[in-house]
Nanobody
């Protein structure tokens, strides 16, 4: 069992930056593929980014590529999502997720554990 805690959300103006964190409770995430998803108001949850357990395979949704970066700390207990040049359409609840596989994936049903979500609001 993996417990994930998301944090770092907040209110930011368009063009600003935020760094989200996802901490695993009591264990390393080194054997898990990690992903970030988001759910805008009134919409379905959508893929944002994913990073394989080895770190050699990373994928991004087209809408965030070049602006967002997924990374892990050296101890492999925390995953980050650095978000730059934020836009109002990035407003959503952001969730981290863990997948018991070495392969990256972009669909939410492929993930086994989820954080509680953190709200990101981008004002225009």
């Amino acid at each position: 069992q993996v417990q994930l805690v998301d944090s770092g959300g907040g209110l930011v103006q368009a063009g600003g930056s935020l760094n989200l964190s996802c901490a695993a409770s009591g264990r390393s995430l080194s054997s898990y593929t990690m992903g970030w998803f988001r759910q805008p108001p009134g919409k379905e949850r959508a893929f944002v980014a994913a990073d394989s357990w080895s770190g050699d395979s990373t994928i991004y949704a087209g809408s965030v590529k070049g602006r967002f970066t997924i990374s892990r700390d050296n101890g492999k207990t925390t995953v980050y999502l650095q978000m730059h040049n934020l836009k109002p359409e990035d407003t959503a609840v952001y969730y981290c997720a863990a997948r018991r596989s070495t392969r990256v994936a972009g669909r939410d049903w492929e993930y086994d554990y989820w954080g509680q979500g953190t709200q990101v609001t981008v004002s225009s």
